[in-house]
């Protein structure tokens, strides 16, 4: 797993290449973390706001999570409207 401190320097023709069939477990830490992924990727439309953090938020911010593939498919949404940062690792 590629975490936020070890992340290698990707474009966007990487992600565009790999967004259909990445892992999407294998690039989070959590499973809750996947399927918000999962349903950005997929164009959920009932996900037009989430917030990213530790404790209660929907997505929990953790070592584990590719924070490069979070960024991809926050960008290409057309359905999210409001994205909260409550926590970014190292307080960033």
């Given amino acids: 797993l590629l ?3 070890t992340m290698e320097n990707r474009d966007y023709d990487y992600y565009e290449a790999r967004a259909a069939t990445v892992n ?3 690039i989070t830490s959590l499973a809750k ?8 990727r997929d164009g959920d439309p009932e ?5 990213l953090g530790r404790g209660w938020e929907n997505f929990y911010v953790d070592e584990g999570d590719d924070l490069g593939w979070l960024g991809y498919f926050v960008g290409k949404s057309e ?4 994205l909260g940062i409550n926590y970014l690792p190292g307080g960033e």
């Fill in 3 to 5: 975490s936020y401190r």
């Fill in 47 to 51: 996900l037009s706001h989430f917030y």
């Fill in 33 to 40: 973390n996947a399927k918000i992924l999962r349903r950005l």
């Fill in 24 to 26: 999407l477990g294998e």
């Fill in 79 to 82: 359905c999210l409207r409001h």
